[in-house]
C-alpha cells in the first residue's frame, strides 16, 4: 500500500522558515516525480515544485523560485521542501503527491499524503 506522509507544517511569522517532509513507502519510486502542491481555503489546488526521484531535476512555480528548495534523500525515501522567506500569502494545507509525469498539473500525479497545515502570519 503506497503512502506519503507529510509532516513539519505549523505557523510561522512573514520571513520565517519552515521545512516540509514527505516519507513515501509502499512502492519503488525511483522512477516517479515527486511533487509539492497546496490548497488554499477557497482555491484550487497549486503546484509549488516537484522533482525528479531519479535525475533530481526540479521545477518551480514562479511564485517561489529562490525562496523554497525541494530535494530528496534516496536512503529515506523522503523529499523535503524547504521555504524560507515566508508570506502570508503562501499559507494553504500542503500536500505531497507521486507521479509518472514531470509537470504542474494534479492529474499527472497518481498518489497524495494527507497534507499538512502551513500557516503565516503578517
Known amino acids: 500500500q503506497v503512502q506519503l506522509v507529510e509532516s513539519g507544517g505549523g505557523l510561522v511569522q512573514a520571513g520565517g522558515s519552515l521545512r516540509l517532509s514527505c516519507a513515501a513507502s509502499g512502492r519503488t519510486f525511483s522512477n516517479y516525480v515527486m511533487g509539492w502542491f497546496r490548497q488554499a481555503p477557497g482555491k484550487d489546488r497549486e503546484f509549488v515544485a516537484a522533482i525528479s526521484w531519479n535525475t533530481g531535476r526540479t521545477y518551480y512555480t514562479d511564485s517561489v523560485k529562490g525562496r523554497f528548495t525541494i530535494s530528496r534523500d534516496n536512503a529515506k525515501n523522503t523529499v523535503y521542501l524547504q521555504m524560507n522567506s515566508l508570506k502570508p500569502e503562501d499559507t494553504a494545507v500542503y500536500f505531497c503527491?507521486?507521479?509518472?509525469?514531470?509537470?504542474?498539473?494534479?492529474?499527472?500525479?497518481?498518489?497524495w499524503g494527507q497534507g499538512t497545515q502551513v500557516t503565516v502570519s503578517s
Open positions: 503527491a507521486a507521479g509518472l509525469t514531470f509537470g504542474s498539473r494534479p492529474t499527472g500525479y497518481h498518489y
